[in-house]
């Protein structure tokens, strides 16, 4: 049992672990229920994002699973970072794609968003994967514009809006690094991409994109 493991099993005394889903009672290592994971379909389709050199995604954004992301864009609830970020590892390992990443990089949120929401969902997930893949964090984005809702727009005006939201940190370098970047939700991968490209503009040798769910039917 690793160190990590063994915190989620003592916690687990004072705070259960629960299926972010249907909120049922699970062990204190388990992601989602048996009946709630059996329900989701898996995401096995190829989907490339310009300046990413891979994608994956656990599952699509359909069903109860969709609400429970978007509970969790309210409030951490329970087990959804850990359960997220496992997606996301497992999405990786069935694509033999963990070897030799040096870093995870997070979808950043501005400075009046954070101060919102008080938490970045995301930022949670890649602190899950540190300690899942063993590989440490780095806070290399910030998100210097603020930017509509992609909710409502179509491709092109996705690209329009996300374009030039992103920066590196000054105090960042990432020469040479393959980094593995994520985001809870991708539709069309106009967000992926932009800060793949920003993050190859300063160095980046690989990366790849990875997010806990994908939406149907968006190219």
């Not at 994956?56 to 970072?81: D, F, H, L, W």
């Not at 496992?86 to 033999?96: E, H, T, Y």
């Given at each position: 049992?690793?160190?990590?493991?063994?915190?989620?099993?003592?916690?687990?005394?004072?705070?259960?672990?629960?299926?972010?889903?249907?909120?049922?009672?699970?062990?204190?290592?388990?992601?989602?229920?048996?009946?709630?994971?059996?329900?989701?379909?898996?995401?096995?389709?190829?989907?490339?994002?310009?300046?990413?050199?891979?994608?994956?995604?656990?599952?699509?954004?359909?069903?109860?699973?969709?609400?429970?992301?978007?509970?969790?864009?309210?409030?951490?609830?329970?087990?959804?970072?850990?359960?997220?970020?496992?997606?996301?590892?497992?999405?990786?390992?069935?694509?033999?794609?963990?070897?030799?990443?040096?870093?995870?990089?997070?979808?950043p949120m501005t400075r009046d968003d954070f101060e919102d929401r008080g938490y970045n969902q995301v930022e949670l997930m890649a602190k899950e994967i540190h300690f899942l893949l063993d590989i440490p964090v780095i806070d290399a984005l910030e998100k210097h514009k603020a930017t509509k809702s992609q909710k409502s727009l179509n491709g092109e005006e996705r690209k329009t809006n996300i374009?030039?939201?992103?920066?590196?940190?000054?105090?960042?370098?990432?020469?040479?690094?393959?980094?593995?970047?994520?985001?809870?939700?991708?539709?069309?991968?106009?967000?992926?991409?932009?800060?793949?490209?920003?993050?190859?503009?300063?160095?980046?040798?690989?990366?790849?994109?990875?997010?806990?769910?994908?939406?149907?039917?968006?190219?």
């Open positions: 049992m690793t160190l990590h493991e063994f915190y989620r099993f003592a916690i687990s005394f004072l705070y259960p672990n629960i299926c972010p889903v249907c909120e049922k009672v699970i062990e204190y290592n388990d992601d989602f229920c048996d009946r709630c994971r059996n329900k989701m379909t898996m995401f096995y389709d190829d989907f490339h994002i310009e300046h990413s050199d891979a994608f994956v995604a656990y599952c699509y954004y359909e069903g109860k699973i969709r609400n429970a992301i978007r509970k969790y864009k309210i409030t951490p609830i329970g087990n959804s970072y850990y359960a997220f970020a496992f997606g996301i590892v497992q999405a990786l390992r069935r694509k033999q794609l963990t070897d030799g990443i040096d870093g995870v990089v997070y979808i374009s030039g939201a992103f920066r590196v940190k000054k105090e960042i370098d990432l020469k040479g690094k393959k980094l593995l970047l994520i985001d809870d939700v991708c539709t069309t991968g106009s967000t992926l991409s932009e800060a793949a490209r920003i993050l190859k503009d300063e160095g980046a040798s690989e990366v790849i994109t990875a997010a806990f769910a994908k939406t149907m039917n968006r190219t």
